[in-house]
Each structure stands twice: as structure tokens, then as C-alpha cells.
């Protein structure tokens, strides 16, 4: 078993470096399925998603060179299967992106259901929906999703029932290699979207309008191969650690992020009390006193991103008086709540509302890692805490947060990471 040992309290002090979005590269590695050629990609983070991501490439036939750690050429021109395994896809949830990928490249398409956090039901309704409109057949059986066309897809308009980051995706991959125009209405707006087309456009597609309410897509013939294309960095590691910030009263320079993309935290940071120093690419969080509890409401972009939320809610557990999470986005998104009143926190959880009622210190205790964000909200609860704190099914927090212990150390963490030896 694998597992952290968080040594609090500490104030964390000093600078950390933000790595590229986990969420726009695992749309982007698939996206360069759609080039029948070279992509040079740079700020790819080193986690274990794109890692198994690179797997999947792999098996349907991609040639992939690895220039460094967050650096690869993907070369396409050979791939010539359309078959991705359960096994393979099941082990986390982007894997969904072969499917608009593929669609347009192959006439039959089968690949294995996505896994991904548990957060509650993730259903891939408005993903079928949009291959469908554009002319797809699409079955679900066994495990897997199965599309074929006998002709080109078609332009279409498509209005999606939620606002939903993969649909929004899958639908902009599928309607890129397409014949005439795709509007998509309703859509997702998070900067990996914006990532996602400009990705595409500089390849030659033509979407339009990314980052607003609707996409206009003129579907293109081919996409040619890109020379190098450098990943947005992660808007989720840089709230993790401007929020790590606040929450162990230090001072830290955040650095190469888009202080546009961090407004819903920022704002919510300075309300709890932190201060919070904009510069180009770089933010600075400090905080010298017990939070002030404010409510937070989880919203698609540009609102407080539920991916957000875990992590935030350490400053309500340590808040001065009451506040409150409304989570709007998953429906069980508060089984963290559970570890953290293991450690002293005072936290009522029902449905989809948290009440926080502020605790002045928390005491260390063995908790688990329930998926990706709740892992590092246990990382910020062991820092706040006395003593150390034990965080199990870390497999889940390697998932998406580039060489976490060392970035925390490098502010004046002590994390230690230990396997014991059933792994072996
Ligand atoms: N939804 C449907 N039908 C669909 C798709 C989604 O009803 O076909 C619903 C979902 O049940 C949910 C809402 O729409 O209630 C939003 O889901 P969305 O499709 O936006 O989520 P996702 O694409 O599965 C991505 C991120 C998540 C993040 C959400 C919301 C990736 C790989 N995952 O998931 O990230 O929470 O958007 O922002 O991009 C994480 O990184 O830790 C993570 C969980």
C-alpha cells in the first residue's frame, strides 16, 4: 500500500512553479489522433493519467518520443486501430476523448467505458447525443461504446441539457473533421476548452466562440501536424496551493499561471481574509489570521469550480464562525467531510449542502484519499494539523498532481511517501 505522511503543522513559505492542466492535456493527447502526422506538445504534466493516456495512444498504434518529462512528439500516421480496452479506459475518466477523436478517422469506433473519481452518477448521456446529431450510430454494450457512420458526419446544431466540460469537448473533436457547420449551444466554458480549440485551430480546424455559450464549428477535410503546442497551465494545482496558502497562514509566489482563469478562488480567498497579489503570470497568497466562514457555491466556469471545493473547504473548517458548501456540479462530492471531522473538524454534510462550523486547530489523524481533490484537501488538513497525518489511496491524488510532495516541500513541507511491502 501506498501512502503519505503529512508532518503539520507548517506554514508554507516560499515559491512553487505550476505545471500544464491535467484536463487540457487529456483532451489534447487525443486530439492529435485527428492529424494524420506529427505533434510536438510542451507543459504536458508528468501524472499518472497522461501516462496511461500515452498507454492507450500507444496500443492503437501512435509512435511517441519522449523529449523530456513534460515534453513528446506523438506521431499518428500509423495508427490503425479504433479498439481501446475496458481495461485500459476504465482506469480514469478522459479516456471518453478517443471516442470523438476516432469518430471521424474510422468508420467503426469501440472503446471501453471511462472510469474517473467517484463523485456520484457520471453519466455520458449528451456525449452519445452529440455523436448522434452529427450522424453517428452509437451502441453501449458490454462495457464499451460503439459508434460507426457509413458516410462523413455532418454539421449540426446541438443544444446540450447541462452545461458539461467532456460533452462539450467530444462534441468540438467530432465536429472538427466534419462536412458543414456544427453550432453547439449550452456548452462548457473552462479555459481546457479554450486549450482544447486552440490546440485545433492552429492545426487548421475552425471553431469559433470557444469560451462562450456557443461554438460554431465549420468542419474541416484534414488537420495538418503541429510543430509545437505548449499546454495551458493547471487553474486546479493553482488554486490547490493559492488555497494551501491561506489555509497554513504562509506566503507564497505562485508561479506560471493565468491569474484571469483563478478569479472565482481569488475572490473568494480575499473574502476569507487572505491577501492575494496579481502579477503577469505569477500570484502571491498570504494570510496572517484565522479565516473569516463564507459560503461557497460550486458552478460551471466562470464560477467556484467544484474541483476546487475539497480543497477550499479546509479555510471553513478552520473559519471563525459558520459557512457553507453548495455543491452543484456531482452529487456526492462530500465523503472527504468525513475525514476531516476524523481530524477535529465540526462538519454536517447532507446531500448536496455542507455546513462548516469553524474549529480552531485540527489534530492529526489516519485518513483516506476518496478521490483526486479530496486527496489534496487531506494534504492541507495534515499541514494545518498537529501531529502526523497518514493519507491512504494516494494512487488517486498521483493521478493528476505533478510531483506534489516535492512542490509542498520545496515550501517547507514534510511529506513523507511510503510503500509498504504487500505492493511488492
Ligand atoms: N453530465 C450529464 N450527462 C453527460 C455529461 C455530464 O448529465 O453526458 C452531468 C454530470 O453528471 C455533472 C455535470 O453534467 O453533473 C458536469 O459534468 P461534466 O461533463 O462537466 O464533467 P466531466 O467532463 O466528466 C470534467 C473534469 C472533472 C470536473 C468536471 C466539472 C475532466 C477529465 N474531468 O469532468 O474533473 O469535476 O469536468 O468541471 O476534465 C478532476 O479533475 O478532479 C475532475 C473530477
Redesign the pocket.
Known amino acids: 500500500m501506498e501512502k503519505f505522511v503529512v508532518h503539520g503543522p507548517c506554514r508554507l513559505e516560499g515559491e512553487v512553479t505550476i505545471s500544464g492542466a ?2 487540457a492535456a ?2 489534447i493527447l487525443p486530439a492529435t489522433l485527428l492529424v494524420k502526422g506529427k505533434c510536438h506538445l510542451e507543459n504536458v504534466p508528468d501524472i499518472s ?1 497522461i501516462r496511461a493516456y500515452c498507454k492507450i495512444l500507444e496500443s492503437l498504434g501512435s509512435k511517441i518520443e519522449y523529449i523530456s518529462k513534460n515534453e513528446m512528439i506523438i506521431d499518428n500516421s500509423e495508427v490503425s486501430s479504433a479498439i481501446a480496452s475496458y481495461e485500459l479506459t476504465s482506469k ?3 479516456s ?2 478517443l471516442l470523438g477523436a476516432l469518430i471521424g478517422r474510422f468508420d467503426k469506433v469501440q472503446i471501453g467505458l ?1 472510469g ?2 467517484k ?11 452529440a455523436f448522434k446529431k452529427l450522424g453517428a450510430k452509437v451502441i453501449v454494450r458490454n462495457g464499451n461504446v460503439y459508434t460507426s457512420k457509413t458516410e462523413p458526419l455532418k454539421g449540426t446544431n446541438i443544444f446540450f ?9 467530444n462534441a468540438i473533436l467530432a465536429a472538427t473533421i466534419s462536412e458543414g457547420t456544427t453550432t453547439l449551444e449550452n456548452v ?1 466554458k ?1 479555459p ?1 476548452i479554450v486549450d482544447l480549440a486552440n490546440f485545433l485551430n492552429s492545426m487548421g480546424a475552425k471553431i469559433k466562440g470557444a469560451g462562450t455559450d456557443t461554438i460554431k464549428i465549420t468542419g474541416v477535410s484534414e488537420l495538418h501536424q503541429k510543430s509545437s503546442y505548449s499546454i495551458i497551465p493547471d487553474q ?1 494545482e493553482t488554486g490547490t496551493f493559492m488555497v494551501a496558502a491561506a489555509a497554513t497562514k504562509g506566503n507564497v509566489l505562485i508561479k506560471n499561471c493565468i491569474p484571469k482563469h483563478m478569479e472565482p478562488i481569488t475572490a473568494k480567498l480575499i473574502e476569507a481574509g487572505a491577501t492575494v497579489e496579481e502579477f503577469e503570470s505569477d500570484i502571491r497568497v498570504s494570510m496572517d489570521k484565522r479565516p473569516t466562514s463564507v459560503s461557497v457555491k460550486t458552478m ?2 466562470p464560477g467556484f ?3 476546487m471545493q475539497p480543497q477550499f473547504s479546509l479555510l471553513l473548517t478552520l473559519g471563525d464562525t459558520t459557512g457553507t458548501i453548495i455543491e ?4 456526492s462530492r462530500f465523503q472527504y467531510t468525513d475525514e476531516l471531522n476524523k481530524m477535529g473538524a465540526d462538519i454536517s454534510a447532507h446531500g448536496t449542502t455542507a455546513v462548516f462550523r469553524g474549529v480552531e486547530s485540527l489534530s492529526a489523524a489516519p485518513v483516506k484519499a476518496h ?3 479530496a486527496g489534496a484537501a487531506m494534504i492541507i488538513a495534515g499541514l494545518c494539523a498537529d501531529g502526523q497525518t497518514e493519507i491512504s489511496d494516494i494512487h488517486h491524488i498521483l493521478r ?1 498532481y505533478e510531483n506534489i510532495i516535492g512542490k509542498f516541500e520545496k515550501l517547507g513541507a514534510k511529506i513523507d511517501y511510503i510503500k509498504t511491502e504487500d505492493d511488492e
Open positions: 491535467k484536463n487529456v483532451a493519467d480514469f475518466r478522459a471518453y476523448y471511462p474517473g473519481c463523485l456520484g452518477a457520471r453519466p455520458i448521456d449528451q456525449h452519445i447525443k441539457d447541462v452545461v458539461s466540460v467532456g460533452s462539450t469537448m462548457a473552462e481546457h486546479i460551471p466556469y469550480p467544484t474541483d452543484t456540479i456531482w452529487e478521490d483526486l481533490r493528476g
